[in-house]
């Protein structure tokens, strides 16, 4: 008999970090006979074993409500106190439904207790985890330390309560050894690591007819060096550097593409690397329009595409971040082989270039040694064979679902007794 778990956040849905790894971890469970379900304020999960509270979502118009008077000042007035609680009262009794509703025996929370981007979710699943005890995994992946945004607040009380709650009840899960350090020392709470993971123990499937007419979609020639930058347009991911990159080679046939929009953050850094493109002669193609979730087709008949499609026509990827939680695109440039670009942020420093893999590296600037590299992996087919074929290896070792699975079924175990991962 499975066990019946609940996954908890704010949102489920698209292609943002936390829905990805959610999603993972719900393949895993499900492989060996674990049934989940979701609780959220946005879903794209089976209707039939979810439960949306919109009120659970970070972009509802009274959460954002609470978060402009919540953080950048240091008081908050009583009426923001008011509807905090009331509103966590409100969540906290859908809580207590969805237990019920689906009958759950473990509750895996997906970054809604470490960045506050929901307060009153947070306080309700701190309040609900005291009150019933209910066996809880917390999966941080982002802590509001990590956040200038959240570094001025007006809520510092509820922080230290429930981002995260230092309940008996939760076991803590950290995706990297800073995170894990900082937890314990911030918190005195110790946590269990689980590196974000891929399906290493299955190869990529080999581009098809639809995925070869990417390049041609978004209008590159065959013989176009494709640079993908497959990340969204915000100003840690280090854009600036591929743009160097590209105009360094000076190779009118090099096109760095862009996957994903500027998200939440605005479109004044687009503007500044669109800028700072055409005054480095580089032809900077954005395609967020054309890769969604899944192929299908826009209002205009226009074909989109996979991110995974948008990986297999691509030539060499950057990936010159200046912080990231852990590195979904490096573990997916493993995985499709490509060869990679990375600036050298503390989390891979830390956790995965200890482990060997073979990629180039910068540390916060282009050199010409840099740009001597990447332009011999363009030439050089067997020198890139070589280092991808290595980087598959070392994701298969290390970043594997046979990783996760055996990390989850010790989480499982511990708290519900069936070992059947």
Not at 2 to 12: A, D, E, L, P
Not at 26 to 49: I, M, P
Not at 305 to 326: M, N, R
Request: negative net charge.
């Amino acid at each position: 008999m499975g066990v019946q778990i609940g996954f908890v956040g704010t949102r489920f849905a698209g292609t943002d970090g936390v829905s990805l790894e959610s999603a993972k971890w719900a393949q895993v469970l499900w492989d060996n006979g674990h049934v989940s379900h979701w609780y959220s304020g946005q879903s794209d999960r089976d209707k039939s074993t979810s439960m949306v509270v919109p009120h659970a979502y970070f972009g509802h118009p009274d959460i954002e409500w609470i978060n402009r008077r919540a953080f950048g000042t240091r008081t908050r007035t009583p009426d923001v106190t008011q509807r905090i609680y009331t509103l966590a009262d409100y969540l906290k009794k859908t809580l207590y439904e969805f237990t019920r509703r689906f009958d759950l025996d473990l509750l895996i929370v997906q970054n809604a207790l470490c960045i506050p981007m929901n307060l009153p979710l947070g306080v309700a699943l701190t309040n609900f985890i005291a009150e019933t005890g209910f066996p809880t995994i917390a999966h941080h992946h982002d802590f509001y330390w990590e956040r200038d945004r959240f570094s001025v607040s007006a809520v510092t009380d509820m922080l230290w309560m429930a981002f995260p709650p230092a309940l008996p009840q939760i076991q803590n899960v950290t995706i990297n050894s800073f995170a894990q350090e900082d937890l314990s020392h911030r918190r005195g709470v110790s946590s269990i690591l689980v590196p974000n993971v891929l399906d290493f123990e299955n190869e990529p499937p080999q581009a098809d007819e639809y995925a070869s007419h990417f390049r041609e979609d978004i209008g590159l020639e065959d013989d176009d060096i494709l640079f993908l930058q497959p990340t969204r347009v915000v100003p840690r991911k280090g854009i600036e550097h591929a743009i160097a990159l590209v105009a360094a080679l000076k190779n009118d046939k090099c096109k760095l593409v862009i996957s994903h929009a500027s998200g939440d953050e605005g479109d004044e850094y687009l503007q500044v690397l669109q800028d700072l493109a055409e005054g480095s002669g580089v032809d900077l193609r954005l395609c967020d329009h054309r890769v969604g979730d899944k192929r299908s087709l826009d209002e205009d008949g226009n074909r989109i595409y996979t991110l995974a499609d948008a990986y297999s026509q691509a030539d060499f990827i950057t990936y010159p971040s200046i912080y990231e939680g852990f590195g979904n695109a490096l573990l997916e440039a493993f995985y499709y082989r490509k060869p990679v670009l990375v600036n050298r942020y503390s989390i891979y420093v830390a956790d995965i270039e200890p482990k060997g893999a073979k990629v180039i590296s910068m540390d916060g600037y282009l050199t010409k040694e840099v740009v001597a590299k990447v332009e011999r992996i363009i030439r050089d087919k067997a020198f890139r064979d070589e280092m991808v074929d290595f980087n598959y290896e070392i994701g298969r070792a290390f970043f594997s679902y046979g990783v996760l699975r055996r990390k989850l079924r010790a989480l499982v175990t511990n708290f519900t007794g069936q070992d059947n991962l």
